[in-house]
């Protein structure tokens, strides 16, 4: 430890500014900062400052998405394996996951943390810790097979059109990660959807073991015919409820397990990281939007007839409001605020889901919308609280 | 009808080296100083020089832009220096103290019979008019408004704050005084606030509306009690003055002269010895401290850790504060700080483990824990700020320097003291305090 503090003592004067290696700060400033506490003092207001910080509060956040990303990689080998009909151990099918896995999550932080480094020693500011979250989602929320390179692009793309343009951590409008599963489903629809994308291999096999499909359950759903789908008390195709609580069926890397996903939540809403208006509301709307298809439903028409909880476990719907809605910076920003943007996202990924049949999964376009919408919300709460300030000039006049 | 109003949102910080009851005098301070910079927006025409005798009343300088506002000295002696700092800003005028103290004559007064021109010329010449400051934007009040009516903080339940009823209880007869000389300045009340720990010190007070607030800090800050007892509109003026002040000004009524004694506390977890000290207003820092720090890197701190000023130990104590807090300086670094337990560290959040402890006292330092960002965390300033405002688009809106955006989100309403806790829970470590006063100031620029 003393001997890293003196290797970094004796780096700095060559990277500060008037330095040889100046380019180098931010990069060098990095390091330093993961390693060190920074010792800067309070300069001006108070005296005293609270422990937290951005990198502990980040930090949490990647905590809290790891056993999503555990059990991702379990799914994508037990997956896998199901496809060529094997049966692996339970180590065994680990491991595959977990190797095929690392490289989406190396390629992601390389190309984002460069990106971010780069634009921090442009701009003179110290490199920001968004990423560290953002390069954790991006793996998470993409098909197994997507090759390297389109997430690479997508990754540059969110980190530069979806946030550094706008002025970095803080600023952006959208949530990165999802700007960066957006671009790849616009950019690259044939490797985003269909039934083979969601298996590891399955779109290089010649022949599938009997039975299996591939496909989510999001897609049977849109597909069914009448007849396929006569009752849900056993749950969605081969899936029972608690395979789709579980996690075990094809879809996006992490967002498969509600399980996993909801020891995610409890982390963040304990620490109180992410805001439980927010969480609580999205699950609220896509409830009550699934229970009005319910009531409505023609009798033609399976996917509204669903019911509306199995609208919470499948598809993208828990990771998305616990990981996805719940970003502070492209979220509503008031307290109202958050119930309308949390409930209306809620809302609309149903809608998308059951009424548009472009789209199986209507959560990353309802989420995406939404933060579009948070800075109208937020007027308009903040127009209420302007609104009540002049009658009280008013009343009193 | 006196109210009580119970306040959920805020953060009581427990730190170590409260004060215990115990009174005692000062060392002796040979040098005394008023410091212009103790009063945001002021610029002081100064009437002495150095060498000049003055007695304790004896004007120093003026506003200019208001002379009627004038600063005297607290004690009686020879001005020993004017010292400037850039751009000739003068930052201290320095009385070098005599053994006896003389004092001006500003006349022994019947207070009922008084009229409210009648109080406000004693207090403008005697320089007592200083106590008072204004709300919007937390500076002298002007002679030439009329207030809606003058608020006393009672209690003050910042970190390691003073207890006022220990203070006042010496006191209680010139502090009536003082009220009543106050109360014929407004047409308006005089809210004397409380809060449910206070004891008997003011049961005996007439003359006021008390108000009973119960929660954790900032209640004790005049804007919190102010939102939520009559909340301020654009046009209206509150004033405020500290409750030991309120003595000085019962003394200058009931004596005729302008006795500047004030106790004040001496906190921190660098302190031997935690106790309050008899003293006067504008009392080197050292005559306080002397023997009784700890060895170390410390920061003196004249007021509290949330709001006082960083002084050296060489300075002298600032005009509003009846607090001087000793804490460890934090310029090391820490390896692995932000991912550690730090079990010694406070935070309100749980990403730490002091939620665990809430009666643990902390000694806390001066390290910012972590680097600035941009906005980030929301609704973390809520938690803190007990009033009916959005405090990050106020920021927003004072960064953007936009005047009517600040207007309609209650810049009239708060000053630094009410933002000072965002300036400690903030995550991404902005300094709010200092957005909020240069928001103000623009305000005061662009509306005069």
């Known amino acids: 430890m003393k001997a890293l503090r003196k290797l970094l003592d004796n780096i700095k004067p060559h990277v500060e500014k008037g330095g040889k290696f100046h380019y180098l700060y931010s990069g060098f400033d990095a390091v330093e900062t993961l390693f060190f506490v920074p010792n800067t003092v309070a300069k001006k207001g108070a005296h005293i400052r609270d422990a937290i910080d951005l990198k502990r509060t980040m930090f949490?956040?990647?905590?809290?998405?790891?056993?999503?990303?555990?059990?991702?990689?379990?799914?994508?080998?037990?997956?896998?394996?199901?496809?060529?009909?094997?049966?692996?151990?339970?180590?065994?099918?680990?491991?595959?996951?977990?190797?095929?896995?690392?490289?989406?999550?190396?390629?992601?932080?390389?190309?984002?943390?460069?990106?971010?480094?780069?634009?921090?020693?442009?701009?003179?500011?110290?490199?920001?810790?968004?990423?560290?979250?953002?390069?954790?989602?991006?793996?998470?929320?993409?098909?197994?097979?997507t090759p390297l390179w389109m997430v690479g692009i997508a990754v540059a793309f969110a980190v530069i059109i979806g946030k550094e343009v706008f002025g970095g951590t803080g600023m952006n409008i959208w949530n990165p990660a999802l700007l960066?599963?957006?671009?790849?489903?616009?950019?690259?629809?044939?490797?985003?959807?269909?039934?083979?994308?969601?298996?590891?291999?399955?779109?290089?096999?010649?022949?599938?073991?009997?039975?299996?499909?591939?496909?989510?359950?999001?897609?049977?759903?849109?597909?069914?015919?009448?007849?396929?789908?006569?009752?849900?008390?056993?749950?969605?195709?081969?899936?029972?409820?608690?395979?789709?609580?579980?996690?075990?069926?094809?879809?996006?890397?992490?967002?498969?397990?509600?399980?996993?996903?909801?020891?995610?939540?409890?982390?963040?809403?304990?620490?109180?990281?992410?805001?439980?208006?927010?969480?609580?509301?999205?699950?609220?709307?896509?409830?009550?939007?699934?229970?009005?298809?319910?009531?409505?439903?023609?009798?033609s028409n399976i996917f509204m007839q669903m019911p509306a909880y199995y609208h919470l476990l499948i598809g993208g719907f828990a990771f998305g409001a616990v990981f996805m809605a719940t970003d502070p910076v492209s979220a509503a920003q008031t307290s109202k605020g958050k119930y309308i943007y949390g409930f209306l996202i809620g809302v609309i990924a149903v809608l998308i889901r059951v009424v548009n049949p472009a789209y199986p999964e209507g959560m990353m376009l309802s989420i995406l919308l939404l933060n579009t919408f948070a800075p109208l919300i937020d007027f308009y709460v903040i127009q209420g609280n302007i609104k009540k300030r002049l009658k009280r000039v008013k009343v009193t006049a | 009808m006196s109210k009580t109003i119970k306040l959920n949102k805020g953060l009581n910080i427990n730190l170590q080296g409260k004060p215990v009851e115990q009174l005692v005098d000062s060392g002796i301070s040979t040098t005394y100083a008023i410091k212009p910079t103790d009063?945001?927006?002021?610029?002081?025409?100064?009437?002495?020089?150095?060498?000049?005798?003055?007695?304790?009343?004896?004007?120093?300088?003026?506003?200019?832009?208001?002379?009627?506002?004038?600063?005297?000295?607290?004690?009686?002696?020879?001005?020993?220096?004017?010292?400037?700092?850039?751009?000739?800003?003068?930052?201290?005028?320095?009385?070098?103290?005599?053994?006896?103290?003389?004092?001006?004559?500003?006349?022994?007064?019947?207070?009922?019979s008084l009229k409210a021109d009648d109080v406000k010329k004693t207090l403008l010449d005697s320089g007592t008019w200083t106590f008072i400051r204004k709300r919007p934007y937390a500076i002298i009040a002007n002679p030439e408004e009329k207030p809606k009516s003058i608020f006393i903080s009672g209690f003050d339940n910042a970190p390691l704050a003073p207890n006022y009823d220990f203070i006042i209880k010496e006191n209680a007869k010139e502090f009536q005084a003082g009220i009543d000389a106050i109360s014929k300045l407004t047409d308006g009340k005089v809210h004397l606030n409380i809060s449910d720990k206070t004891g008997s010190v003011y049961s005996n007070i007439t003359g006021v509306e008390k108000n009973t607030f119960i929660g954790k800090h900032p209640s004790s800050t005049v804007g919190v009690q102010i939102n939520h007892i009559a909340p301020l509109n654009k046009g209206e003026v509150i004033w405020y003055i500290n409750p030991q002040d309120i003595v000085i000004i019962g003394r200058l009524f009931t004596e005729g002269k302008y006795d500047a004694r004030k106790i004040v506390a001496l906190t921190g977890s660098e302190v031997n010895e935690a106790k309050y000290y008899n003293t006067r207003i504008g009392a080197s820092i050292n005559s306080i401290t002397e023997n009784?720090?700890?060895?170390?890197?410390?920061?003196?701190?004249?007021?509290?850790?949330?709001?006082?000023?960083?002084?050296?130990?060489?300075?002298?104590?600032?005009?509003?504060d009846s607090q001087i807090t000793i804490i460890p300086e934090g310029d090391y670094y820490e390896f692995f700080g932000w991912i550690s337990p730090r079990l010694n560290k406070f935070s309100m959040s749980r990403l730490y483990f002091s939620w665990l402890m809430p009666n643990k006292k902390y000694t806390l330092d001066t390290n910012i824990n972590g680097g600035e960002r941009a906005f980030v965390v929301s609704e973390q300033y809520e938690k803190v700020v007990p009033m009916d405002i959005y405090p990050v688009e106020l920021l927003k809106a004072c960064l953007a320097e936009d005047i009517d955006k600040m207007e309609q989100l209650g810049i009239y309403e708060v000053a630094e003291e009410e933002f000072a806790l965002c300036d400690f829970v903030c995550t991404s470590k902005i300094e709010t305090q200092d957005i909020i006063r240069k928001g103000i100031n623009l305000m005061i620029k662009e509306l005069s």
């Open chain 1, 60 to 145: 949490i956040v990647v905590i809290a998405l790891i056993p999503a990303l555990l059990f991702g990689m379990w799914n994508i080998g037990h997956q896998h394996f199901l496809s060529i009909g094997e049966t692996e151990t339970f180590m065994g099918t680990f491991l595959f996951g977990l190797l095929k896995m690392l490289p989406l999550i190396i390629v992601s932080y390389g190309v984002g943390l460069g990106l971010e480094i780069l634009f921090a020693q442009n701009r003179g500011h110290e490199v920001n810790e968004g990423f560290f979250v953002s390069g954790m989602l991006i793996p998470l929320i993409v098909p197994i097979d």
């Open chain 1, 180 to 299: 960066a599963r957006a671009f790849l489903f616009f950019a690259y629809p044939s490797d985003m959807s269909g039934d083979k994308v969601w298996v590891e291999g399955m779109s290089h096999l010649d022949k599938v073991a009997d039975g299996f499909s591939g496909a989510t359950p999001l897609a049977v759903m849109a597909a069914e015919a009448g007849d396929k789908v006569s009752t849900f008390a056993n749950g969605i195709g081969n899936w029972s409820v608690i395979d789709l609580v579980i996690g075990s069926y094809p879809g996006s890397i992490g967002e498969t397990s509600v399980i996993a996903i909801g020891i995610g939540a409890l982390i963040l809403l304990f620490t109180g990281i992410a805001s439980w208006k927010v969480m609580f509301s999205v699950f609220a709307g896509g409830l009550g939007m699934g229970l009005l298809f319910n009531v409505v439903a023609p009798e």
């Open chain 2, 39 to 112: 009063f945001p927006g002021l610029i002081p025409k100064i009437v002495v020089k150095p060498g000049f005798e003055v007695k304790a009343g004896s004007v120093l300088f003026f506003d200019k832009y208001n002379p009627e506002i004038k600063f005297t000295s607290p004690v009686s002696g020879k001005i020993k220096e004017i010292e400037r700092g850039e751009r000739r800003k003068v930052l201290r005028v320095i009385i070098e103290t005599t053994s006896e103290i003389q004092y001006e004559d500003f006349g022994k007064k019947e207070i009922n």
């Open chain 2, 292 to 320: 009784n720090v700890k060895e170390g890197n410390n920061r003196y701190i004249s007021g509290n850790v949330l709001t006082g000023t960083k002084v050296d130990k060489n300075d002298y104590l600032s005009f509003y």
